[in-house]
């Protein structure tokens, strides 16, 4: 996994919150399939929805922005990237 994927998960798992309470916060129909995506380091969500998660989940400004820009550089396959969040 990547430093996103683990920011992500051990915040989420720290706050006691599932996959689906997490994406019901974000007003995501499906948040365990999209989390899970995340947390598997198979997507990199739009910036505007990490501004979201960093949100629901109490990090600093554009700490999770720093962590999908690393593994964006540091993974030889970039995974994919969400574009247009609904």
Same mark, same amino acid.
């Given at each position: 996994? !990547?430093?996103? *994927?683990?920011?992500?998960? &051990? #915040? #989420?798992?720290? /706050? =006691?919150?599932? @996959?689906?309470?997490? !994406?019901?916060?974000? !007003?995501?129909?499906? %948040?365990?399939s999209?989390?899970? #995506?995340?947390? *598997? %380091?198979?997507?990199? $969500?739009?910036r505007?929805?990490?501004? &979201?998660?960093?949100?629901? /989940?109490?990090?600093?400004? =554009?700490?999770?922005q720093?962590? *999908?820009?690393y593994?964006? @550089? &540091? @993974? $030889? +396959? +970039? $995974? @994919?990237r969400?574009? =247009? $969040?609904a």
């Amino acid at each position: 996994m !990547g430093q996103l *994927a683990d920011k992500v998960k &051990a #915040r #989420r798992e720290e /706050l =006691n919150l599932s @996959q689906m309470e997490l !994406g019901e916060r974000l !007003g995501l129909t499906d %948040g365990r399939s999209y989390f899970s #995506r995340i947390e *598997a %380091g198979k997507l990199l $969500p739009s910036r505007a929805r990490l501004d &979201a998660i960093e949100r629901a /989940l109490c990090f600093l400004p =554009n700490e999770l922005q720093v962590a *999908a820009l690393y593994d964006e @550089q &540091a @993974q $030889p +396959t +970039t $995974p @994919q990237r969400e574009v =247009n $969040p609904a």
